[in-house]
T-cell receptor, first 112, second 116 residues
Framework: DAKTTQPNSMESNEEEPVHLPCNHS???????IHWYRQLPSQGPEYVIH???SNVNNRMASLAIAEDRKSSTLILHRATLRDAAVYYC?????????????FGQGTRLTINP | DTGVSQNPRHKITKRGQNVTFRCDPI?????LYWYRQTLGQGPEFLTY????????KSRLLSDRFSAERPKGSFSTLEIQRTEQGDSAMYLC??????????????FGPGTRLTVL
């Protein structure tokens, strides 16, 4: 699986938007971009995934650069419950293994 | 809606003892995964089952580790002759098989193992 690079930590304020970046310069044409997050003392949970087009769901939006070498997870209005470690993961859509390959992720702190 | 459950939630053992963890996946999910997570790191894949068949094992899964899923439902992970380096959170996840890699994996709360 291709490698991703994320900042170790980010901080934001409650009710403000948060943009979490992920670099994946070696992404292949069949790699999908998945995001999971891990709340304190819990297992990871799925957030969103995409291939080329921007994606929206009830939790977040995923903005994918035109060259696909980077992406940004957007939390439109952060709450204290969004404080978590966010993981950006690439998964090959053709030959991909079932396992998730986690990096160290970005630890997001939300200030009240 | 019952999610993935894991038991016990915490286990403290002495070095050299054997331990066994149990994972009950979401009932209609036929894929089950085990991961290990040490402090400050992301989870690392250990092994994966589709129904009762163990389809992939990580090199992290030494011969002291064994996982089973005898009837394709719950799974157990056993560690024999525990070492202090085995101290970690052991996470179980499940997913349905339809939809390929895009099926989200649903994680349990984990079992925290401390080896003294």
């Amino acid at each position: 699986d291709a490698k991703t690079t994320q900042p170790n930590s980010m901080e934001s304020n409650e009710e403000e938007p948060v943009h979490l970046p992920c670099n994946h310069s070696t992404i292949s044409g069949t790699d999908y971009i998945h995001w999971y997050r891990q709340l304190p003392s819990q297992g990871p949970e799925y957030v969103i995934h995409g291939l080329t087009s921007n994606v929206n769901n009830r939790m977040a939006s995923l903005a994918i650069a035109e060259d696909r070498k980077s992406s940004t997870l957007i939390l439109h209005r952060a709450t204290l419950r969004d404080a978590a470690v966010y993981y950006c993961i690439l998964r090959d859509g053709v030959q991909g293994a079932q396992k998730l390959v986690f990096g160290q992720g970005t630890r997001l702190t939300i200030n009240p | 809606d019952t999610g993935v459950s894991q038991n016990p939630r915490h286990k403290i053992t002495k070095r050299g003892q054997n331990v066994t963890f149990r994972c009950d996946p979401i009932s209609e999910h036929n894929r089950l995964y085990w991961y290990r997570q040490t402090l400050g790191q992301g989870p690392e894949f250990l092994t994966y089952f589709q129904n009762e068949a163990q389809l992939e094992k990580s090199r992290l899964l030494s011969d002291r580790f064994s996982a089973e899923r005898p009837k394709g439902s719950f799974s157990t992970l056993e560690i024999q002759r525990t070492e202090q380096g085995d101290s970690a959170m052991y996470l179980c996840a499940s997913s349905p098989s339809s939809g390929g890699i895009h099926n989200e994996q649903f994680f349990g709360p984990g079992t925290r193992l401390t080896v003294l």
